[in-house]
Nanobody, 127 residues
Framework: QVQLVESGGGLVQAGDSLRLSCLASGRTLSMYTMGWFRQALGKEREFVAAISWSGQTTYYAESVKGRFTISRDHAKNTLYLQMNSLKPEDTATYYC????????????????????WGQGTQVTVSS
């Protein structure tokens, strides 16, 4: 089994930065595509970013491109999301997800394609 635990969320002001972490246990994540999704209260869960097995391929939602960076550290079995220039519309619960398939645009954007999920970490950005 793969267990994912997010951390690093908090309350910040617009323009601030946060780095979210997703620590995995049970198995190494080197052969898992990893993704970040977020869900604001009253809204659908949406794709944020995804990263390939090697970390060499990344996908981003248009709304975060240029501000957020997804990365992974295989030695630490950890996924990261560096969030810069945060905006109030980034306020949401952020979830990390994993799937053993190689990354592809045909599925990596869709939350129902990932078979492992963390519990989420709350990010609140004040204006």
């Amino acid at each position: 089994q793969v267990q994912l635990v997010e951390s690093g969320g908090g309350l910040v002001q617009a323009g601030d930065s946060l780095r979210l972490s997703c620590l995995a246990s049970g198995r190494t994540l080197s052969m898992y595509t990893m993704g970040w999704f977020r869900q604001a209260l009253g809204k659908e869960r949406e794709f944020v970013a995804a990263i390939s097995w090697s970390g060499q391929t990344t996908y981003y939602a248009e709304s975060v491109k240029g501000r957020f960076t997804i990365s992974r550290d295989h030695a630490k079995n950890t996924l990261y999301l560096q969030m810069n220039s945060l905006k109030p519309e980034d306020t949401a619960t952020y979830y990390c997800a994993a799937d053993p398939r190689a990354i592809a645009t045909t599925w990596a954007y869709r939350q129902n394609e990932y078979n492992y999920w963390g519990q989420g970490t709350q990010v609140t950005v004040s204006s």
